[in-house]
């Protein structure tokens, strides 16, 4: 079994990459995780836990052998809508509920967001304009403002004595 142990945060030429791991969003948030590549080698996953692994991440195994994360195809629902107001509107009253979201646009300006199926989340997007399309794509949502993930990042800690007053 192949033992992936450390993410790779600096370039690396395409012809180093030996093989790659595609995996669905719930798998890609572990740390440890025992799979099969994509051509059908055994790996286990050793990480630090986590930042999620994004589409494109490099790992790096005790053997020097590098792979490269994929993210699998998964069903989705994509909200389209014009970008600017009403997608900042349709993203801030989804994040409001706490979900994963992707977020991008068409080359037409259309913008979209990305969202695991939910009858609540659709009716929601519905109201607020957005054209709904139930499929199946590669589900790679924004990670967050205090994610490392490999990168500059923000800790944020909440030892001190405070509340959060959350208003609905």
Not at 45 to 69: S, W
Not at 94 to 99: A, D, F, I, K, Y
Not at 126 to 132: C, F, H, V
Request: glycine share 8%; proline share 6%; with cysteine.
């Amino acid at each position: 079994m192949l033992e992936l142990i450390q993410r790779i945060n600096h370039p690396v030429d395409s012809s180093e990459i030996h093989d790659s791991l595609t995996l669905p969003y719930e798998l890609r948030i572990r740390g440890r995780l025992r799979a099969t590549t994509d051509t059908n080698r055994d790996i286990g996953l050793f990480l630090d836990r986590g930042p999620v692994l994004r589409d494109g991440d490099l790992l790096l195994a005790k053997t020097g052998e590098i792979v490269r994360i994929r993210a699998a195809e998964e069903t989705v629902v994509t909200a389209r809508l014009p970008a600017g107001m009403p997608l900042a509107r349709l993203c801030y009253h989804l994040g409001n509920r706490h979900v994963s979201l992707a977020i991008g646009s068409d080359e037409d300006g259309t913008g979209w967001v990305r969202f695991p199926p939910d009858h609540v989340l659709e009716e929601l997007a519905e109201r607020l304009g957005a054209t709904l399309k139930h499929h199946t794509a590669p589900f790679d949502p924004e990670p967050g403002a205090y994610d490392k993930a490999g990168r500059e990042g923000h800790s944020h800690s909440h030892a001190h004595g405070h509340h959060h007053a959350h208003t609905h």
